[in-house]
């Protein structure tokens, strides 16, 4: 495979920084990519044409390369500047928009779409693409550019109103579980029956003030899980928090403080503060590698549970990988507890584990329309001290969990998708109360806005 090279062409224009600063315009990308022979040798030649201002023939070309089955976020963006040099327009910026959808081109392709917004006369679909530009632009020239195109089309505008700020994501859940479990955090209850509940997760984030690589946001969500038959498990959660982004050097950092509370068939379980940082690095083309830690506290609501008091840490590594219709992550979590623990005068149960978690997760797309999600985990549990029940030694509980998730999805749009999913839950612990197998049979439909 031939090492990829990538070549932007500035149509109408030279960008120069400096002491010379002129109008970006849009850009075809040309890339050696490891393909079918066939396939290879149409994207080949109709990046050939391209560069001999042949741009119908570059169509006619990458169009075959497509129909061969490259199906490329690169081919996409060569298809769509081709376009642009014939002035067709509409074809132009939907090719475009299939391009966002890797994020190393969507800054580029965004302000492309800007753009040909301008030329259409259509200055608030301009501003939109700018500022999605100006938000997605992983290049700090062509970010600075996208901001002076805003400032140029709507200097009044750059403060958003309040529907613009707000985004967010809905999903609701029909699913049946063979072995119904509670597990939340530290407690499992396992009952060996089935039962089939809703479940109903949404979470909204409002950009105050900024962007969402450098700026503030408010954020909120709310999970309710509801059974048909065991009304007991039924569980709320919600929270809200605030996350401050900011761009270091090369690394893109995030730090929150979030408030939890938890209820548990209707009644007050917990609650929790976190304080989080995150800093991702965009090491490659298509490559990121992200460092999470998070400290929280946690504070009972009912007695009852006040052996869970205490905090948590968490320390996580993880590789995220895109190349063309795959995406990979990778990673490592570190845990560890500081609980209270539940104590007797003859009785210890330790509630504060120590664990390693090893996980992976990879989606590959059919089509713009089907994909398909792979999710696996494998997590140690080491409760570090002995458990006495009623003055007998019982060893210290160690647990083994594996979890499998395959996901099918039908995209209706760009913000609507049908989801069905499996799950296997296989939780081997040297406490038989705490051992379960679980399956979960779900479907979901999920809406982005």
Same mark, same amino acid.
């Given at each position: 495979?031939?090492?990829?090279?990538?070549?932007?062409?500035?149509?109408?224009?030279?960008?120069?920084?400096?002491?010379?600063?002129?109008?970006?315009?849009?850009?075809?990308?040309?890339?050696?990519?490891?393909?079918?022979?066939?396939?290879?040798?149409?994207?080949?030649?109709?990046?050939?044409?391209?560069?001999?201002?042949?741009?119908?023939?570059?169509?006619?070309?990458?169009?075959?390369?497509?129909?061969?089955?490259?199906?490329?976020?690169?081919?996409?963006?060569?298809?769509?500047?081709?376009?642009?040099?014939?002035?067709?327009?509409?074809?132009?910026?939907?090719?475009?928009?299939?391009?966002?959808?890797?994020?190393?081109?969507?800054?580029?392709?965004?302000?492309?779409?800007?753009?040909?917004?301008?030329?259409?006369?259509?200055?608030?679909?301009?501003?939109?693409?700018?500022?999605?530009?100006?938000?997605?632009?992983?290049?700090?020239?062509?970010?600075?550019?996208?901001?002076?195109?805003?400032?140029?089309?709507?200097?009044?505008?750059?403060?958003?109103?309040?529907?613009?700020?707000?985004?967010?994501?809905?999903?609701?859940?029909?699913?049946?579980?063979?072995?119904?479990?509670?597990?939340?955090?530290?407690?499992?209850?396992?009952?060996?029956?089935?039962?089939?509940?809703?479940?109903?997760?949404?979470?909204?984030?409002?950009?105050?003030?900024?962007?969402?690589?450098?700026?503030?946001?408010?954020?909120?969500?709310?999970?309710?899980?509801?059974?048909?038959?065991?009304?007991?498990?039924?569980?709320?959660?919600?929270?809200?928090? !605030?996350?401050?982004?900011?761009?270091? !050097?090369?690394?893109?950092?995030?730090?929150?403080?979030?408030?939890?509370?938890?209820?548990?068939?209707?009644?007050?379980?917990?609650?929790?503060?976190?304080?989080?940082?995150?800093?991702?690095?965009?090491?490659?083309?298509?490559?990121?590698?992200?460092?999470?830690?998070?400290?929280?506290?946690?504070?009972?609501? !009912?007695?009852?549970?006040?052996?869970?008091?205490?905090?948590?840490?968490?320390?996580?590594?993880?590789?995220?990988?895109?190349?063309?219709?795959?995406?990979?992550?990778?990673?490592?979590?570190?845990?560890?507890?500081?609980?209270?623990?539940?104590?007797?005068?003859?009785?210890?149960?330790?509630?504060?584990?120590?664990?390693?978690?090893?996980?992976?997760?990879?989606?590959?797309?059919?089509?713009?329309?089907?994909?398909?999600?792979?999710? !696996?985990?494998?997590?140690?549990?080491?409760?570090?001290?002995?458990?006495?029940?009623?003055?007998?030694?019982?060893?210290?509980?160690?647990?083994?969990?594996?979890?499998?998730?395959?996901?099918?999805?039908?995209?209706?749009?760009?913000?609507?998708?049908?989801?069905?999913?499996?799950?296997?839950?296989?939780?081997?612990?040297?406490?038989?109360?705490?051992?379960?197998?679980?399956?979960?049979?779900?479907?979901?439909?999920?809406?982005?806005?």
């Amino acid at each position: 495979m031939r090492a990829a090279i990538l070549f932007v062409f500035a149509l109408g224009g030279i960008l120069e920084f400096g002491l010379i600063l002129r109008k970006l315009s849009a850009a075809i990308l040309l890339a050696s990519m490891s393909l079918a022979a066939a396939a290879d040798s149409s994207f080949d030649r109709g990046v050939a044409a391209f560069k001999q201002q042949q741009y119908q023939s570059a169509i006619a070309l990458f169009e075959q390369a497509r129909n061969e089955g490259n199906e490329s976020a690169i081919l996409s963006f060569n298809l769509a500047s081709s376009y642009f040099k014939l002035d067709q327009y509409r074809e132009a910026k939907r090719y475009y928009l299939l391009a966002v959808q890797d994020e190393m081109l969507a800054g580029l392709s965004y302000y492309n779409v800007g753009l040909i917004a301008l030329k259409e006369n259509d200055q608030s679909a301009a501003f939109d693409a700018f500022r999605n530009s100006f938000e997605l632009a992983q290049d700090e020239k062509l970010k600075y550019l996208a901001a002076v195109k805003l400032d140029e089309l709507a200097p009044e505008r750059a403060e958003k109103s309040f529907s613009d700020r707000v985004y967010g994501f809905a999903s609701l859940s029909f699913a049946h579980d063979d072995n119904v479990a509670h597990v939340n955090d530290l407690i499992t209850t396992v009952t060996g029956k089935s039962d089939n509940y809703l479940d109903l997760f949404g979470v909204a984030t409002y950009q105050l003030s900024g962007n969402y690589q450098d700026g503030v946001q408010l954020k909120a969500g709310l999970i309710l899980t509801r059974y048909d038959d065991m009304k007991s498990f039924n569980e709320n959660v919600i929270n809200v928090g !605030a996350y401050l982004n900011k761009p270091l !050097a090369d690394w893109k950092s995030r730090f929150g403080l979030v408030y939890y509370h938890n209820k548990i068939d209707g009644a007050s379980f917990q609650q929790r503060l976190s304080l989080l940082a995150r800093a991702d690095h965009y090491y490659a083309r298509g490559q990121r590698l992200r460092f999470r830690y998070q400290f929280t506290h946690h504070d009972d609501l !009912a007695t009852r549970f006040s052996y869970l008091n205490g905090w948590r840490q968490r320390l996580s590594v993880e590789n995220r990988s895109r190349i063309n219709n795959h995406k990979l992550r990778l990673g490592y979590r570190f845990e560890i507890n500081d609980r209270e623990n539940f104590q007797t005068t003859s009785s210890f149960i330790s509630y504060s584990p120590l664990r390693h978690a090893l996980y992976g997760w990879y989606e590959y797309e059919f089509s713009q329309r089907w994909l398909a999600k792979v999710m !696996a985990e494998y997590r140690n549990s080491d409760y570090q001290y002995a458990n006495i029940i009623r003055g007998v030694d019982e060893g210290i509980r160690k647990d083994d969990l594996s979890r499998f998730q395959l996901s099918g999805i039908y995209r209706f749009n760009r913000d609507t998708e049908l989801e069905l999913s499996w799950r296997n839950t296989d939780n081997r612990s040297t406490v038989a109360s705490e051992s379960y197998v679980s399956n979960v049979y779900m479907l979901s439909v999920n809406y982005f806005f």
